[in-house]
C-alpha cells in the first residue's frame, strides 16, 4: 500500500539560493584533475597489464599501416 503524505509538503528552494554554494566554490584547475586521476589510472594499468595490451595493438596498428 503506498504511504500517504501528512502535513505540508517541503518547498524546494529558490533556484537562487540553490545555485549560490556552486557559485562561490572555485573551479578546478586542470592539472589538479590530472594529479587526481593519473595515479589511479597507473595502478590500473599496472594492475591490470595494460602496457602490455596498448604495446600489442600499437604494434598491430603498424603492421597494418605498413602493408
Known sequence: ???????????????????????????????????MALPCAVLLVILFGGWEQMANQAQAVADLISR
Open 1 to 35: 500500500m503506498a504511504p500517504q503524505l501528512t502535513g505540508t509538503p517541503r518547498r524546494r528552494r529558490p533556484a537562487s539560493v540553490q545555485s549560490r554554494s556552486t557559485t562561490e566554490q572555485p573551479t578546478r584547475h586542470p592539472a589538479v584533475a590530472l594529479a
